[in-house]
């Protein structure tokens, strides 16, 4: 089973790499990074999850001392709003902030999974290994034990879901949710939050070399954490 | 797959993204913030009225008051569920969270905030919380407007509490209540310091506000207000437009007559937003001009300004093509043809009642919504008092009539700002 859903997260996979990142939407007009202070939203709840290695890991060890780019997905959600739309905007973050001076050491990426049934710690080893090649920005990969571990960072996070049910209340594949990238500060605080209507790469990226000059001593490498 | 056929392929997804990700804002369903998911773009199932309660009718308390509007449905344009929130502290207006799942709702007097939740069961909200500190710790008084950002509320406030005068800000929360800053309106640079709707063009990253007046004037009984030349000199007379992610005013407006609501057009590419002027009844139009420069100018009267006929509410359709505006003194509606934003044209009119303050459209622009109620203070009095919800249907040439409920008759108070719910609500 294990192995069937990690050749179909690889399927995803691939057509998803096929997309290029370059379809994101315009850039909206933007202050100058610095030139703005972003709101403290909230604190970024704790959680313990589960790395690609399937061992326990606190999201608080990967997200502190770094700016973190936070968003949820599940390896076969096709919602063209949805995870598509995430991954297409942190491969471009990715790929800019590698050979940007101003983030190239400071910025972190997450995903983590709305479905640990299916999307187990080889599917999260499979996806990092993708997506850790020759950049800069380590994009990591969680998920966690079962959907009641990972509930209450849903609901601290206001990350609203909700599993698509049959006739008779069985549970299908889509995890019906709206989506959101958090952008978290190095001491763990959200300083914004992004969803469709208000997420582009270049807004991402503004946003986060504000926060690398509001935290010159961040560091992106898991030594650092 | 080769390299053109990849090429066709993302173009498509691209163009796909690209669609869907438009501003999806609407009529009041288009009047929501573009970043709240969950638009009813079929069948509204409910509609909440939050209702100034009155002295004498019902249980005299402010409460929100839902209404089955499911065509067919056995209670349909019935009351179901109403909940008394207590006393009297001027209810006013409402906004969903960015889930639609919470409904902030807010009174101009004792500046309390309420929250309901609409997403467990909408048939029958829940109150879940009070904020009851939002002078103390703002300064600000008369929670007004709530406009959904990602994971935040932002709140307009229409006075202060030091003087009770018309310098207010903005003020946002997060979804848990947690207030996270406090913005004032600017004051230099032509700007006055006053405030009262939000209207936000994410692909433009500008955020428009309003003007009205303070706490001094919206209690004051009008037809004393009216009489009062130096109170009327207190209203606001200009339009701001912010950088959005910097919440720094960029330009302030001339618009002389208390700019209220605003409406950004939701045509996908385009950008200009609308709003009416309640003493000089007009309509202006904000809009970059040939040179880019945002530019805010009057674009048409809205019937006799010098019978001062009040505009109060306006909802724009989904395809930005009209507008309908309510005028409060002759309790009618208009509706104005927006083809040319330049220059809007009446082409409809009908009177709702002896006064009518808020209009509430479904997406596709099928059903129309009316209520009554003004400010406590302002409604007309006696006989005129009317105060009623009146669904209609509108064919693209007359509003009929499908149902009204009199919340005098129904004991339930002064009907005012509507939103619309479903308990299955189509995500984009």
């Given at each position: 089973?294990?192995?069937?859903?990690?050749?179909?997260?690889?399927?995803?996979?691939?057509?998803?790499?096929?997309?290029?990142?370059?379809?994101?939407?315009?850039?909206?007009?933007?202050?100058?990074?610095?030139?703005?202070?972003?709101?403290?939203?909230?604190?970024?709840?704790?959680?313990?999850?589960?790395?690609?290695?399937?061992?326990?890991?606190?999201?608080?060890?990967?997200?502190?001392?770094?700016?973190?780019?936070?968003?949820?997905?599940?390896?076969?959600?096709?919602?063209?709003?949805?995870?598509?739309?995430?991954?297409?905007?942190?491969?471009?973050?990715?790929?800019?902030?590698?050979?940007?001076?101003?983030?190239?050491?400071?910025?972190?990426?997450?995903?983590?999974?709305?479905?640990?049934?299916?999307?187990?710690?080889?599917?999260?080893?499979?996806?990092?290994?993708?997506?850790?090649?020759?950049?800069?920005?380590?994009?990591?990969?969680?998920?966690?034990?079962?959907?009641?571990?990972?509930?209450?960072?849903?609901?601290?996070?206001?990350?609203?879901?909700?599993?698509?049910?049959?006739?008779?209340?069985?549970?299908?594949?889509?995890?019906?949710?709206?989506?959101?990238?958090?952008?978290?500060?190095?001491?763990?605080?959200?300083?914004?939050?992004?969803?469709?209507?208000?997420?582009?790469?270049?807004?991402?990226?503004?946003?986060?070399?504000?926060?690398?000059?509001?935290?010159?001593?961040?560091?992106?490498?898991?030594?650092?954490? | 797959?080769?390299?053109?056929?990849?090429?066709?392929?993302?173009?498509?997804?691209?163009?796909?993204?690209?669609?869907?990700?438009?501003?999806?804002?609407?009529?009041?369903?288009?009047?929501?913030?573009?970043?709240?998911?969950?638009?009813?773009?079929?069948?509204?199932?409910?509609?909440?009225?939050?209702?100034?309660?009155?002295?004498?009718?019902?249980?005299?308390?402010?409460?929100?008051?839902?209404?089955?509007?499911?065509?067919?449905?056995?209670?349909?344009?019935?009351?179901?569920?109403?909940?008394?929130?207590?006393?009297?502290?001027?209810?006013?207006?409402m906004g969903f969270t960015d889930d639609r799942k919470y409904l902030w709702a807010g009174r101009l007097d004792d500046s309390k905030i309420f929250v309901f939740d609409v997403g467990s069961d909408p048939?029958?909200?829940?109150?879940?919380?009070?904020?009851?500190?939002?002078?103390?710790?703002?300064?600000?008084?008369?929670?007004?407007?709530?406009?959904?950002?990602?994971?935040?509320?932002?709140?307009?406030?229409?006075?202060?509490?030091?003087?009770?005068?018309?310098?207010?800000?903005?003020?946002?929360?997060?979804?848990?209540?947690?207030?996270?800053?406090?913005?004032?309106?600017?004051?230099?640079?032509?700007?006055?310091?006053?405030?009262?709707?939000?209207?936000?063009?994410?692909?433009?990253?500008?955020?428009?506000?309003?003007?009205?007046?303070?706490?001094?004037?919206?209690?004051?009984?009008?037809?004393?207000?009216?009489?009062?030349?130096?109170?009327?000199?207190?209203?606001?007379?200009?339009?701001?437009?912010?950088?959005?992610?910097?919440?720094?005013?960029?330009?302030?407006?001339?618009?002389?007559?208390?700019?209220?609501?605003?409406?950004?057009?939701?045509?996908?590419?385009?950008?200009?937003?609308?709003?009416?002027?309640?003493?000089?009844?007009?309509?202006?139009?904000?809009?970059?001009?040939?040179?880019?420069?945002?530019?805010?100018?009057?674009?048409?009267?809205?019937?006799?300004?010098?019978?001062?006929?009040?505009?109060?509410?306006?909802?724009?359709?989904?395809?930005?093509?009209?507008?309908?505006?309510?005028?409060?003194?002759?309790?009618?509606?208009?509706?104005?043809?927006?083809?040319?934003?330049?220059?809007?044209?009446?082409?409809?009119?009908?009177?709702?009642?002896?006064?009518?303050?808020?209009?509430?459209?479904?997406?596709?622009?099928?059903?129309?919504?009316?209520?009554?109620?003004?400010?406590?203070?302002?409604?007309?009095?006696?006989?005129?008092?009317?105060?009623?919800?009146?669904?209609?249907?509108?064919?693209?040439?007359?509003?009929?009539?499908?149902?009204?409920?009199?919340?005098?008759?129904?004991?339930?108070?002064?009907?005012?700002?509507?939103?619309?719910?479903?308990?299955?609500?189509?995500?984009?």
């Amino acid at each position: 089973m294990a192995r069937r859903a990690a050749k179909t997260s690889a399927a995803v996979l691939a057509a998803l790499l096929a997309a290029e990142a370059s379809c994101a939407g315009e850039a909206p007009l933007l202050p100058a990074p610095g030139s703005y202070a972003l709101q403290r939203i909230q604190r970024t709840p704790d959680a313990l999850l589960l790395d690609a290695e399937g061992k326990p890991a606190a999201l608080s060890l990967v997200t502190r001392g770094a700016v973190t780019a936070l968003a949820f997905f599940y390896a076969h959600c096709v919602d063209p709003t949805g995870c598509p739309v995430a991954w297409s905007t942190f491969e471009t973050v990715q790929q800019e902030a590698s050979v940007d001076p101003a983030l190239q050491n400071k910025l972190r990426l997450a995903f983590v999974s709305l479905d640990p049934t299916h999307d187990g710690p080889a599917v999260m080893r499979l996806l990092q290994k993708a997506k850790n090649g020759a950049a800069a920005i380590p994009w990591r990969f969680l998920t966690s034990r079962s959907d009641a571990e990972l509930a209450p960072l849903l609901r601290a996070l206001g990350q609203d879901i909700a599993f698509e049910r049959d006739a008779a209340g069985r549970r299908g594949g889509a995890i019906n949710h709206m989506l959101k990238v958090f952008l978290i500060d190095p001491d763990g605080l959200v300083r914004e939050i992004y969803t469709t209507a208000f997420l582009t790469p270049q807004s991402l990226l503004n946003d986060a070399r504000t926060l690398a000059l509001e935290f010159p001593n961040a560091r992106n490498s898991m030594e650092a954490r | 797959m080769n390299h053109n056929t990849r090429r066709k392929t993302l173009a498509g997804l691209c163009l796909l993204l690209g669609a869907l990700a438009a501003p999806p804002a609407g009529a009041d369903e288009t009047c929501n913030s573009p970043f709240m998911a969950g638009l009813i773009k079929g069948q509204e199932q409910f509609l909440h009225v939050w209702t100034l309660g009155e002295k004498g009718v019902g249980d005299e308390s402010d409460k929100l008051v839902t209404i089955d509007v499911i065509p067919g449905s056995p209670t349909y344009g019935k009351v179901i569920h109403t909940i008394s929130v207590g006393g009297r502290g001027e209810a006013h207006h409402m906004g969903f969270t960015d889930d639609r799942k919470y409904l902030w709702a807010g009174r101009l007097d004792d500046s309390k905030i309420f929250v309901f939740d609409v997403g467990s069961d909408p048939a029958a909200p829940k109150l879940v919380k009070t904020i009851d500190n939002f002078a103390e710790s703002t300064g600000f008084v008369g929670p007004h407007t709530f406009y959904a950002l990602p994971g935040r509320m932002l709140v307009q406030a229409l006075s202060n509490k030091t003087d009770h005068g018309g310098a207010t800000g903005l003020v946002t929360y997060n979804n848990a209540g947690d207030l996270v800053a406090t913005t004032p309106m600017p004051r230099e640079n032509g700007g006055d310091g006053y405030g009262y709707d939000i209207a936000i063009n994410p692909a433009q990253n500008r955020l428009l506000t309003s003007s009205f007046t303070g706490w001094t004037n919206y209690m004051m009984d009008m037809g004393q207000l009216v009489q009062d030349s130096a109170a009327m000199k207190n209203f606001g007379n200009t339009m701001v437009l912010w950088d959005l992610k910097a919440m720094k005013p960029q330009e302030v407006f001339s618009v002389p007559g208390a700019p209220l609501e605003i409406r950004w057009a939701l045509k996908p590419g385009v950008d200009w937003a609308i709003t009416a002027t309640a003493l000089t009844s007009k309509l202006y139009l904000v809009k970059q001009d040939e040179n880019r420069q945002w530019r805010a100018k009057a674009v048409a009267d809205i019937g006799d300004p010098s019978k001062l006929p009040l505009p109060v509410d306006i909802s724009i359709s989904a395809d930005a093509k009209s507008l309908w505006v309510n005028t409060f003194m002759d309790g009618s509606t208009r509706l104005f043809d927006l083809s040319d934003p330049e220059a809007p044209r009446q082409v409809y009119t009908k009177k709702i009642g002896a006064q009518v303050n808020m209009v509430s459209q479904s997406w596709d622009g099928k059903r129309v919504y009316f209520t009554t109620s003004l400010l406590a203070n302002w409604d007309k009095k006696g006989a005129d008092n009317e105060q009623f919800l009146k669904a209609y249907a509108w064919d693209g040439k007359e509003l009929t009539e499908q149902f009204a409920v009199d919340f005098h008759k129904e004991g339930l108070g002064r009907a005012h700002h509507m939103k619309f719910t479903a308990r299955t609500p189509k995500a984009l």
